[in-house]
């Protein structure tokens, strides 16, 4: 296992390197000009080739990305071109509000969506397996700033149950408050998560469930729960724990389209900004930032894998 792991990791590093130079020359093509957007609106023509060269950007595009690359293998993602705030202490401050919404979020998916795959797969081909099958399939199909419209419509807005937008730390108002401004955003990304756990679960299940030692078990005379939770589940966790990477990584992205309509300060609403003011340094702080992220999501689901099937330790 510790030589798949190696492995894993080094290959990580050219994906890294590919990923930063493919992001770094899509920026530069990107319609616009960082000058001008950090000299301001009113700026002279002298006051963009002056903002031009102090921030590099005179300098050809290959020279641009290794100087960039030293520094942020040195933990320095740079300045953003608009507020001159290290990349790093802005993406610090925005983790926070987004690792809180992602936790809530897969919760959520987790609870809802795997019990109710095991119900479906335990009545496979009955009428909840197909209510379970067609309400994941119509929610699957919904985007999830759609959800979030409609709970902030019912639960916002007509009912005052929950609040429309904004953060609280659970610092400022406790657990009560940080889960109270969670609750909404966290639905709206949950809910494809939570179908899809359930499709996944339900599959995984039913194909477990019909292999041979699964009669075994049975003859033994065994509990239902203990049939399920034990020998079943154990030996359908490997889709689930693959599913649940796939997740985290599809939250990370939806962050982005939930907190800028729950006007959340997190994460995703900082790549919203950077992306409009052309700010190159925070956008590519936030796609690396992102990639490590979903990387060491992938690496402990591969580590995972060796519990679920000892054969694949060796």
């Given at each position: 296992?510790?030589?798949?792991?190696?492995?894993?990791l080094l290959?990580?590093?050219p994906?890294?390197?590919l990923?930063?130079?493919?992001v770094?020359?899509?920026l530069?093509?990107?319609?616009?000009?960082?000058?001008?957007?950090?000299?301001?609106e009113?700026a002279?023509?002298?006051?963009?080739?002056a903002a031009?060269?102090?921030?590099?950007?005179?300098?050809?595009?290959?020279?641009?990305?290794?100087?960039?690359?030293?520094?942020?293998?040195?933990?320095?993602?740079?300045?953003?071109?608009?507020?001159?705030?290290?990349?790093?202490?802005l993406?610090?401050?925005?983790?926070?509000?987004t690792?809180?919404?992602?936790?809530?979020?897969?919760?959520?998916a987790?609870a809802?969506g795997?019990?109710?795959?095991?119900?479906?797969?335990?009545?496979?081909?009955?009428?909840?397996?197909?209510?379970?099958?067609?309400?994941?399939?119509?929610t699957?199909?919904?985007?999830?700033?759609?959800?979030?419209?409609?709970?902030?419509?019912?639960?916002?807005?007509?009912?005052?149950?929950f609040?429309?937008?904004?953060?609280?730390?659970i610092?400022?108002?406790?657990?009560?408050g940080?889960l109270?401004?969670?609750?909404?955003?966290?639905?709206?990304?949950?809910?494809?998560?939570?179908?899809?756990?359930a499709?996944?679960?339900?599959?995984?299940?039913?194909?477990?469930l019909g292999?041979?030692?699964?009669?075994?078990?049975r003859?033994?005379?065994?509990?239902?729960?203990?049939?399920?939770?034990?020998h079943?589940?154990?030996?359908?966790?490997?889709?689930?724990?693959?599913?649940?990477?796939?997740?985290?990584?599809r939250?990370?992205?939806?962050?982005?389209t939930?907190?800028?309509?729950?006007?959340?300060?997190?994460?995703?609403?900082?790549?919203?900004?950077?992306?409009?003011?052309?700010?190159?340094?925070?956008?590519?702080?936030?796609v690396?930032?992102?990639?490590?992220?979903?990387l060491?999501?992938?690496?402990?689901?591969?580590?995972?894998y060796?519990y679920?099937?000892?054969?694949?330790?060796?």
């Amino acid at each position: 296992m510790l030589k798949v792991l190696v492995r894993r990791l080094l290959s990580a590093i050219p994906l890294l390197l590919l990923l930063s130079l493919f992001v770094f020359v899509l920026l530069d093509l990107m319609e616009g000009d960082a000058a001008r957007a950090a000299a301001g609106e009113d700026a002279t023509p002298e006051d963009v080739e002056a903002a031009r060269e102090r921030l590099g950007l005179n300098q050809p595009l290959l020279v641009r990305y290794v100087v960039w690359l030293v520094n942020a293998v040195q933990g320095d993602l740079g300045e953003s071109l608009l507020s001159s705030q290290s990349v790093s202490s802005l993406i610090a401050e925005r983790v926070p509000v987004t690792l809180s919404l992602a936790v809530v979020t897969l919760v959520i998916a987790v609870a809802v969506g795997i019990p109710l795959g095991v119900a479906a797969a335990m009545r496979a081909n009955r009428l909840l397996d197909r209510v379970v099958t067609a309400l994941a399939s119509l929610t699957m199909a919904m985007p999830p700033f759609v959800i979030g419209l409609v709970l902030v419509l019912v639960f916002a807005v007509n009912s005052s149950l929950f609040p429309a937008t904004g953060y609280s730390s659970i610092g400022e108002d406790g657990v009560g408050g940080w889960l109270q401004h969670l609750v909404l955003p966290a639905l709206a990304l949950a809910a494809i998560s939570a179908a899809e756990f359930a499709r996944q679960t339900r599959a995984a299940l039913v194909d477990t469930l019909g292999q041979d030692f699964m009669r075994t078990v049975r003859a033994k005379g065994l509990r239902s729960r203990m049939i399920i939770g034990k020998h079943g589940m154990k030996n359908a966790g490997i889709p689930i724990v693959t599913v649940f990477g796939l997740q985290a990584g599809r939250i990370l992205a939806g962050a982005v389209t939930v907190e800028f309509v729950f006007a959340l300060p997190g994460f995703g609403s900082l790549a919203v900004t950077a992306v409009n003011q052309r700010d190159i340094p925070v956008i590519l702080g936030i796609v690396m930032v992102s990639a490590v992220t979903v990387l060491v999501i992938n690496l402990i689901v591969d580590v995972s894998y060796g519990y679920f099937n000892p054969r694949l330790r060796s």
